[in-house]
C-alpha cells in the first residue's frame, strides 16, 4: 500500500470504534449508513486486513483493527492539534501546551503545576497520561512539547532536561498499627500482603530486589498498572503499597497516610523533549514552575546524577535546585 490513506475513512472507522456500531457511528459523523460501510470496506481493501467482524447488524473489532484504531486515535489527535494551532496562529493566540505524562505526574502534580503558569486561562492546554513508553513516543512524534516520564529513557531523539529523584513510600489505612510510626521498617511489613506496580522493569524492580534483600516474599502477589489503583487497594483493606511518592503527593486519598520506610529505594524521572526542538517560553516555566511544586509537595525531593546503567542514551543536562 503506497497511496496515503483517506481520511475520511479513518474518520469513519474511528467513530464506529468509539460507538461500537456503523449506525451510530453514521449518526454520530451525520453520514447515511451506506456510506459509513462503504468507507470502512474501502479502507480495509487500501490496508490489505480486516479492520471488523460482521455478525448481522453486529460488528466487533478484529485483533488488527484493534492494533491499527490506537495509532488512528493518536494521528487523528494530532491533526485536530494541527487545526487549534492553525487556529491559534490565525488569531495570534499562544500556541497551545502539550504535555504527556505518566499517571504519576498527571495524577495531580502537572495540572497544580499548570495552574500557576501566568496566564494559563489564555493557553490551550492538553494533557495525556499514558505509560512512559508511549510518553517518549508522543515527544519523538511531535504530538507532545513536553514529556514527563521516569528514567531510563533510551532514545536518541530524546533529550532530559531535569533529573527528579525520591524515595519509595509506603501507603498504610489510617487505623493500620504501622501509620503510628514516622518510619516504616521493611521488616515490619513481613507476612503482609505486599501491592506494588507491575512493571518489573520500572519501580517493581527496586522493590523486588530490596524485599529479597531483607529476606521478605511477596504474599499472595497483589499488582496494579498505577500507584493510584494500588493506593485504591489499600483503602479497600487488600494490603498494604510499595509505591513511588508523586501520585500520593498530587492526589492524596481520604482515609490513607504515607510514611518513609528505613531503606532508600531511589525513583528517577525527566522532564523531556524531543532533540532539535526548543521548547516554547511557556513549556520552558512550566517545567520550572513543576519543579517548585515537586520541591513543596514530595518529601525528600532531590536532583541527582543518573547512575552509570542508568544512562539514557539522551543528552542530559541536570539543573541544580534547592531543597
Not at 204 to 222: C, I, K, M, N, P
Not at 249 to 276: K, T
Request: proline residues 6%.
Amino acid at each position: 500500500m503506497n497511496r496515503p490513506l483517506d481520511i475520511w475513512q479513518l474518520d469513519a472507522f474511528c467513530a464506529v470504534m468509539t460507538t461500537g456500531g456503523i449506525t451510530a457511528a453514521a449518526q454520530l459523523l451525520g453520514r447515511s449508513q451506506p456510506a459509513v460501510t462503504r468507507q470502512i470496506q474501502e479502507l480495509e481493501t487500501a490496508l490489505g486486513f480486516a479492520l471488523l467482524e460482521r455478525s448481522g447488524r453486529r460488528v466487533t473489532p478484529t485483533e488488527q483493527g484493534r492494533k491499527f484504531y490506537i495509532e488512528v486515535e493518536r494521528h487523528l489527535a494530532g491533526l485536530q492539534q494541527l487545526s487549534e494551532r492553525a487556529g491559534a496562529i490565525r488569531g495570534g493566540a499562544a500556541p497551545a501546551l502539550e504535555i504527556a505524562a505518566i499517571p504519576a505526574f498527571a495524577a495531580g502534580l502537572v495540572t497544580q503545576a499548570v495552574a500557576r503558569l501566568p496566564g494559563i486561562e489564555q493557553i490551550a492546554t492538553h494533557l495525556r497520561a499514558v505509560g512512559g513508553e508511549e510518553v517518549v513516543e508522543l515527544v519523538l512524534g511531535r504530538v507532545s512539547d513536553l514529556g514527563l516520564c521516569s528514567l531510563p529513557v533510551r532514545s536518541p531523539g530524546v533529550q532530559v532536561h531535569r533529573v527528579f529523584e525520591a524515595d519509595c513510600i509506603v501507603v498504610l489505612r489510617s487505623d493500620d498499627p504501622l501509620a503510628q510510626r514516622d518510619v516504616v521498617p521493611l521488616q515490619a511489613l513481613d507476612g503482609r500482603r505486599l501491592i506494588t506496580t507491575a512493571n518489573p522493569y520500572r519501580q517493581r524492580r527496586h522493590v523486588d530486589e530490596a524485599l529479597r534483600d531483607v529476606g521478605l516474599s511477596r504474599q499472595t502477589q497483589l499488582d496494579t498498572n498505577t500507584s493510584f489503583s494500588a493506593m485504591g487497594a489499600v483503602r479497600a483493606g487488600l494490603g498494604v503499597a510499595l509505591i513511588e511518592p508523586l501520585t500520593p503527593a498530587g492526589a492524596p486519598v481520604e482515609g490513607l497516610v504515607v510514611r518513609p520506610i528505613d531503606v532508600a529505594l531511589p525513583f528517577r524521572y525527566g522532564a523531556i523533549s524531543r532533540i532539535g526542538v526548543t521548547p516554547s517560553p511557556a513549556i520552558q516555566d512550566l517545567v520550572e514552575i513543576l519543579s517548585t511544586v515537586l520541591i513543596e509537595k514530595v518529601s525528600g525531593l532531590r536532583i541527582s546524577e543518573l547512575a552509570d546503567d542508568e544512562l539514557p542514551t539522551a543528552d542530559v543536562k541536570p539543573v541544580e535546585l534547592s531543597l
